[in-house]
C-alpha cells in the first residue's frame, strides 16, 4: 500500500527547534562560504576594485602560471603540507589514546578533573595562545630559556629560529586540540555494547588484548571520519596561529599559502593574483580528500560518500 508523505510544512514544524538550532551553522556557511563563491571569478581578471568583479581585463591562467613560476611556490607547498602533516602524524592518535585512559578512570571526581584541565585550552583564543607561547619562550625571561640556563645550557631565541617553528606550532596544536577532540572518542566507547567487554572477561582477555581486539575495531568508523576530514584540511593551516607566531626571519619554514594570500590580497593589494592562489589551495584540498575517500571506500568499506 502507497504510504502518503507528510507535507513539508508539517515536518517543519515538528522539528522546528532542530531548525531552529541548526540556523546558525546554516547561516555561518551560507555567507561566509557560499556567498563569496562568486569572488572566484577575480582569479582569471585583472581586478580592480573600481570595476567590481565583473570588471577588469579577462586573464586566463596568467595568475596561476604566474604562481606556480614564482621562486616561493615549492616553499609555501613545502610549509603548507609538514604544517598539516606533522599535527596529523603527532597528534591524530593522541585524543585517541587519552580517551581511552579516561574512560579507565574509575574516580569520578578524578575523571572530571582530567577532562577539564585538558578541554580548556581549546576555548583560549588563538591570539592569547600565542602570546603564551611568545613569552614562555623569550629569550629574556622566558620560562623556557630560564630553565636552560639553569641546567647549564644557553639562551635560545625560539621565535627567531626557523628550524624550532615547526616543532613549536606542532607541540601548541597538540597540547591545544587534543583533549577537546577526544570527546567524540568518549562519546563512541561509552557507546560500545558492554557484553562484547563481559564475553571477553569470560574468555580471559587482558587489558589491553580488550583495547586492541574489542576497544579500537569498534572505534574504526569514527576514526576513519575524522581521519578523511583532516586530511580534507591538510592544506587549510591555522592561518591566525601562523600570522601571530612568523616573523621575517622564519619564513623559510613558517610562511604558508594563507599567510602568502594575505600578504599579497591585503598588504599588497593584488587581489587578483591573491585569489588564484587561494583558489589554487582550495582545489588541491579537495582533490586530497577526494583520494583520500576513494581509498578509504575501496579498502575499508568506510567514506564520506
Not at 577539564?116 to 588563538?126: A, C, G, K, N, R
Not at 621565535?159 to 597540547?175: D, L, Q, V, Y
Amino acid at each position: 500500500m502507497h504510504q502518503k508523505k507528510t507535507p513539508l510544512l508539517k515536518l517543519i514544524r515538528r522539528d522546528k527547534l532542530l531548525i531552529l538550532m541548526f540556523l546558525p551553522v546554516f547561516l555561518y556557511y551560507f555567507i561566509f562560504c557560499y556567498l563569496p563563491m562568486p569572488g572566484v571569478i577575480m582569479a582569471f581578471k585583472n581586478f580592480t576594485p573600481g570595476n567590481g568583479i565583473l570588471g577588469g581585463d579577462w586573464v586566463g591562467m596568467k595568475w596561476f602560471v604566474q604562481f606556480v613560476e614564482s621562486r616561493y611556490f615549492w616553499r609555501l607547498i613545502r610549509n603548507t603540507f609538514l604544517l598539516a602533516f606533522y599535527p596529523l602524524v603527532f597528534g591524530f592518535w593522541v585524543p585517541i589514546v587519552f580517551a581511552l585512559c579516561v574512560v579507565e578512570i574509575k574516580n569520578t571526581a578524578l575523571k572530571k578533573f582530567a577532562q577539564t584541565i585538558t578541554y580548556l585550552p581549546h576555548f583560549i583564543s588563538t591570539v592569547v595562545i600565542a602570546g603564551m607561547i611568545i613569552n614562555f619562550l623569550s629569550p629574556a625571561d622566558g620560562i623556557v630559556n630560564t630553565l636552560l640556563v639553569k641546567m647549564g645550557m644557553e639562551k635560545i631565541n625560539f621565535m627567531m629560529a626557523p628550524e624550532w617553528f615547526r616543532t613549536i606550532f606542532t607541540a601548541s596544536g597538540i597540547w591545544q586540540g587534543f583533549g577537546f577532540s577526544s570527546i567524540i572518542y568518549i562519546a563512541a566507547i561509552m557507546g560500545i555494547d558492554q557484553e562484547m567487554y563481559d564475553s571477553g572477561k569470560i574468555d580471559g582477555v587482558n587489558k589491553f588484548q580488550e583495547v586492541w581486539h574489542l576497544t579500537l575495531p569498534s572505534l574504526k568508523p569514527t576514526i576513519v571520519i575524522l581521519l578523511l576530514l583532516a586530511i580534507g584540511g591538510i592544506m587549510s593551516v591555522n592561518f591566525e596561529k601562523v600570522y601571530l607566531l612568523y616573523n621575517g626571519a622564519t619564513y623559510e619554514t613558517a610562511d604558508v599559502i594563507s599567510t602568502y594570500v594575505y600578504r599579497q590580497g591585503i598588504e599588497s593589494q593584488n587581489f587578483g593574483f591573491a585569489t588564484a592562489v587561494g583558489l589554487f589551495n582550495s582545489v588541491v584540498g579537495f582533490v586530497l580528500v577526494f583520494l583520500a575517500n576513494t581509498a578509504s571506500r575501496k579498502f575499508n568499506d568506510m567514506s564520506l560518500w
